[in-house]
């Protein structure tokens, strides 16, 4: 990683970073994307957590990677709300993927996260790919997803010991990552550069 710097996202960073965003998102999920635009509308918002929002520089000063940091909470059969965040999205440039950024933007935030004593960490991701970093099943600790259901993509990992010994219940996500005004986002999107948007094989949706 020689030459690529690793620091807090700044304000000035920021339509850089929604750049990055939509092109490591364009097409991969559902034609087009719209990660980028949830970032912008989350700018200012109280459930971000900015001191976590890592950048990485590549060697010519551009921006090339970005980590995306939210509070969220486990609600319990019983309605007890636990704290708990989650990052995501997590963007490196198509250029610059393989390189081990995202890597290091996942260690150097949990880090962070940890030294700040946030108690745990849940996500949506590939096992496989997360389970290098700690992260397992969070059905092991019994958190489901919003409506009940348990699948291996939702994950879950402790930065303090027995965090989730006695957190059960469902993962509420912040709403803004899942009620998305698709005329609000077309009018956003107009400020980039034109993209294709394909249906292509893989995708979610």
């Excluded at 559902?30 to 950048?55: F, Q, S, W």
């Excluded at 019983?78 to 890597?103: E, K, M, N, T, W």
């Excluded at 389970?131 to 259901?149: K, L, N, P, T, W």
């Amino acid at each position: 990683m020689d030459g690529y710097t690793f620091r807090l996202e700044r304000p000035d960073d920021y339509a850089a970073v929604e750049a990055v965003t939509r092109e490591a998102f364009w097409n991969v999920y559902k034609p087009g994307c719209d990660e980028h635009y949830i970032l912008h509308t989350m700018r200012g918002d109280p459930a971000v957590i900015e001191e976590l929002n890592y950048v990485c520089e590549a060697p010519n000063g551009e921006i090339c990677g970005h980590i995306f940091y939210t509070r969220t909470k486990v609600v319990s059969e019983d309605q007890i709300v636990y704290p708990v965040i989650s990052f995501g999205p997590i963007s490196v440039h198509p250029a610059c993927q393989r390189l081990g950024i995202g890597s290091n933007l996942i260690r150097i935030s949990l880090d962070k996260a940890k030294e700040m004593q946030f108690s745990g960490v849940l996500i949506t991701g590939n096992p496989q790919y997360y389970h290098r970093f700690g992260f397992r099943q969070a059905a092991d600790y019994g958190i489901v997803a919003d409506d009940g259901s348990s699948f291996s993509e939702l994950m879950a990992v402790e930065l303090m010991e027995h965090t989730f010994a006695s957190v059960h219940g469902r993962i509420w996500f912040c709403q803004q990552f899942s009620q998305i005004d698709p005329d609000a986002l077309s009018r956003f999107d107009e400020q980039f550069p034109p993209k294709a948007r394909m249906k292509l094989q893989g995708q979610l949706s």
